[in-house]
């Protein structure tokens, strides 16, 4: 009995002093942002007593501009475009785009299949699903389009046209012709390059580039 008394009043004790009100030291947290996080919603107003875009402040605020960490690079980004669009009036880097090669490699069958579909949907209103740029929008002149759009297939100028030139017009839009970057995204764009440069290879006689299946290109 006399035990079962002395384990009890032990336990008490254990209680009473877990219930204390005694404030203890917390210790030192080594990422307090992280541990106590202020999140910011997107398209919510700033709150300037939370955040600050000065990277030079020396109060508790939390640094915050929106913008992508130096040095990093988005999704899907990984084969950037060198230049950027020319001023009105301008036209020197889309000369110098001229230079600059494509990096995807050759399409195998499937991947080409998939190039023309995208060639299709996005570029055959207007240049024709033929390249010969006779699509639905100027249909021999009976169009709605009244300027022919550019012929792929028998006109020597976009035979010989570069294909860092190609993808500049496809990238920033060319003349009458608008961007198309928000409808083909960087590999896309590439893609339909390779099969028009294969149209115009076969229509002179020569065989379609591909290379082996095993090959994949992301989407």
Wanted: hydrophobic share 35%; with cysteine; proline share 6%.
């Amino acid at each position: 009995m006399k035990k079962i008394a002395v384990i009890l009043f032990l336990a008490m004790g254990i209680i009473i002093s877990g219930c204390s009100d005694v404030k203890r030291e917390q210790g030192s947290i080594y990422m307090p942002d992280m541990a106590y996080s202020r999140a910011f919603e997107t398209y919510a107003a700033r709150d300037s007593t939370l955040f600050t875009t000065d990277l030079s402040h020396t109060d508790d605020k939390i640094f915050y501009n929106n913008m992508p960490v130096a040095g990093t690079m988005a999704r899907g980004e990984e084969m950037p475009f060198p230049l950027t669009k020319d001023a009105a009036g301008d036209t020197t880097n889309y000369v110098a785009s001229k230079l600059v090669q494509n990096p995807l490699p050759l399409l195998n069958e499937t991947q080409m299949k998939e190039a023309e579909r995208l060639y299709l949907i996005n570029c055959g209103i207007c240049h024709g699903p033929k390249l010969n740029g006779n699509g639905p929008l100027y249909k021999g002149g009976d169009g709605p389009y009244p300027a022919k759009p550019a012929q792929f297939v028998g006109d020597a100028k976009y035979e010989q046209m570069p294909e860092g030139q190609m993808y500049y017009s496809i990238m920033y839009g060319k003349n009458l012709m608008g961007s198309y970057a928000s409808q083909l995204n960087r590999d896309q764009r590439w893609m339909v390059i390779h099969y028009i440069k294969a149209k115009q290879a076969e229509a002179k006689g020569g065989t379609t580039p591909a290379k082996d299946s095993s090959a994949t290109v992301k989407k």
